[in-house]
């Protein structure tokens, strides 16, 4: 393949770190205020802000919620639209759309979401903190690939993509355990109801529909069905996301024939200043081109690249800003949570991620990507330790006592903090002289 043709899944993927990393920092950032904020004077107002209580909708179809959980059922829904989303293009032209690029990082993410839980377990097998066993099994892409920038900026592709296609996966299952284990009693009628509803968005994909908005419009109607029956409402934007077209109204050769028609058109209307807004029918062939661009992109890619910077920038940080403020005190109130959760992400996600690499690799069905080593190779595991955003969000779904919250989050905090550390001291330390290569 020519190495112009290299380039191009280089560049998305490059930018899609760059956003990850400085998502990152922002989000670090936004967790760091609102743990200064929660251990001040101001602690009782910012409790308080959360509590504020906002209806949408017109009478008597309303819905009142208070601050916190629309950041946490609403906004958070977007974020499930976007993991949706990048794990349905994943799966069918990224490294998870065959069988020799997905054995890797599905490996590691399975070893590294079942051994983080039965550690977690350990801790609190017979206690109150015993549903929490999910808070340890996901990883934060933003932070991981964050820490990753900073630690070691000229870390091989192959790791970031690992690392990368590692967290999407996790995702997958953190999807699949809210959906399966932390969702509430279950209102069949409104369950029904997007049920038809999600069968509404299928058919319009079936019919050709390649414009958003009819997808975005349904989409609502589906969260409002799926918040209403139980199943956590952040669901159906996983949900929503499999629904979007993936082919586009134009094909690449058809592009390419329609943009060089245009190009050659655009340089036979020069009018000699070199200036497009002198010249009607540069403008119109402007035009004409960014309407082409538009058939030749899959909605599927246009919807995730519009969401990637909101739900980094906004969304994230929001949720950050709305559930990291926890009192720091040495109270060993339900420590076996706090213990279980660090264990978890802190010891149980490296050794499940090394463990099923090993196993991996040596019955043949992966290897490690190209200046990968086993030594690096744990550096990046530990970093799959930051669990931030999704352990926070597991945890307020697995308890309702403020008390038990509160245990769950120091040990995230914390594990997130020590996870880190320990991927920059095996990143930073001298490989060994047969891995210099």
Known sequence: MPARLKKIPLTIFQRFFRTETLGGLVLLGFGLAALAIA???????????????????????????????????GLMAVFFLLVGLEIKRELLAGELSSAQQAALPIACAIGGMV???????????RGLGAHGWGI??????????GALNLIAPRAPIGAK????????????GAVLVISLFYSQAIVWSALGGAAVTLLVLIGLNL??????????????????????????????GVALAFTIPTHSR??????????????????????????????????????????????????????????????????????????????????????????????????GKPLGIMIAALVAVKIGIAKLP??????????????????????LFVAMLAFEEAALIDAAKRGIIAASLFAGVAGAVMLKMRPPLRDAK
């Not at 744990?378 to 955003?389: K, R």
Request: charged share 15%; aromatic share 10%; hydrophobic share 55%.
């Open 207 to 236: 019919i050709g529909i390649r414009r958003l908005w009819p997808y975005l419009l349904v989409g609502v109607v589906l969260w409002c069905f799926v918040h209403a029956s139980g199943v956590h409402a952040t669901i159906a």
């Open 250 to 347: 134009i094909n690449a050769r058809e592009f390419s024939r329609e943009a060089r028609s245009l190009l050659d058109q655009f340089d036979r209307t020069e009018t000699g200043d070199f200036l497009v807004l002198t010249s009607k029918e540069q403008q119109e062939t402007l035009f004409a081109l960014e309407r082409a661009s538009g058939g030749a992109i899959a909605p599927v890619l246009r919807l995730e690249h519009a969401l990637h910077n909101f739900s980094a920038f906004v969304v994230m940080p929001l949720f950050a800003f709305a559930n990291a403020g926890v009192k720091i005190d040495l109270s060993l109130q339900h420590i076996e949570i706090g213990l279980g959760v660090l264990a978890g992400l802190m010891f």
């Open 161 to 172: 993509v690992l690392l990368t296609a590692l967290a999407i996966v996790d995702d997958m």
């Open 115 to 125: 051994v983080p839980a039965l550690i977690y377990l350990i801790f609190n097998l």
């Open 370 to 391: 190209q200046a990968v080593n086993w030594r690096s190779l744990l550096g990046y595991a530990f970093l799959a330790g930051i669990g931030f955003t999704m352990s």
């Open 39 to 73: 251990n001040s004077p101001l602690s009782e107002a910012y409790n308080h802000l959360w509590e504020i209580s906002l209806t949408l909708g017109i009478a008597p179809h309303e819905l009142s919620l208070s601050l916190h959980d629309w950041i946490n059922d």
């Open 136 to 145: 340890p099994m996901a990883t934060d892409i933003a932070f991981a690939l």
